[in-house]
């Protein structure tokens, strides 16, 4: 896994959010494996902010490389509207290793209905 995926996201402030991702061995070209992985995500207004917002991180089918991120409406609707950066790190257990495999921008929009 060394090639990292951009994708960038938009979250309604206020509403809940979930992204499932697959992820892929770039060795193989095939869906990778994680039995043996733990996923991590969180997002900043900045990679130097101290705030950081952790999105909850699950490996929603280990056999075809699937993950999800998410946050629920109470965490969405403390965030302040704006741009922010965001990454998603896989660890291995079996060797010790984290790998940042998706990273991006996040587009948090303001609701109007309260």
């Known amino acids: 896994m060394a090639a990292v995926y951009v994708s960038n996201l938009v979250i309604n402030a206020g ?3 979930s992204q499932v991702f697959t992820l892929e061995s770039t060795a193989t070209n095939s869906v990778l494996n994680l039995s043996t992985y733990t996923i991590t995500s969180q997002m900043r207004k900045h990679s130097a902010s101290s ?3 952790n999105f909850t991180s699950s ?3 280990e056999n075809e490389g699937t993950i999800r991120i998410g946050l629920t409406s109470t ?3 403390n ?4 741009r922010y950066i965001y990454d998603i790190n896989a660890y291995n257990s079996l060797d ?5 495999v998706i990273e991006g921008m996040v587009l948090v929009r303001e609701g109007v209905t309260k």
């Open 59 to 61: 490996i929603v089918n």
């Open 75 to 77: 965490t969405t609707t």
């Open 96 to 100: 010790n290793t984290t790998t940042r």
């Open 79 to 82: 965030i302040k509207p704006g």
């Open 15 to 17: 509403a809940d959010f």
């Open 51 to 53: 705030n950081a917002i």
